[in-house]
């Protein structure tokens, strides 16, 4: 059975650093299109960085250039390194893995995605 198990939240000033991983069992991991969502009490769930089988990197407008998204192909794992850090980066971060047909454009629809259970990030001013 598929699994998906995040882990690196917690709390930071603002200007902080954190680094998420999300560790993957039961998939062909390198296989399918895998990436983090957050989401904040009242607003919906927002993609903000994935990474598909051939290595391209979707990142959205709100933390390009202080997120990067890796993957580790040997451990089954991705990675959501967070730089400069701001108080609107609050929030729940889960891991999701596009079930097939897995893309990209799937993946940041949701249209079937699994999830992981989810991890608080806090960033105080």
Do not use: H
């Amino acid at each position: 059975q598929a699994q998906l198990v995040e882990s690196g939240g917690g709390s930071v000033q603002a200007g902080g650093s954190l680094r998420l991983s999300c560790a993957a069992s039961g998939y062909p991991y390198t296989s399918y299109c895998m990436g983090w969502f957050r989401q904040v009490p009242g607003k919906e769930r927002e993609g903000i960085a994935a990474i598909d089988s051939d290595g391209s990197t979707y990142y959205a407008d709100s933390v390009k250039g202080r997120f990067t998204i890796s993957k580790d192909n040997t451990k089954n794992t991705v990675y959501l390194q967070m730089n400069s850090l701001k108080p609107e980066d609050t929030a729940m971060y889960y891991c999701a893995v596009a079930r097939p047909p897995s893309t990209m454009a799937r993946w940041l629809a949701s249209l079937d995605n699994a999830w992981g259970q989810g991890t608080q990030v806090t960033v105080s001013s």
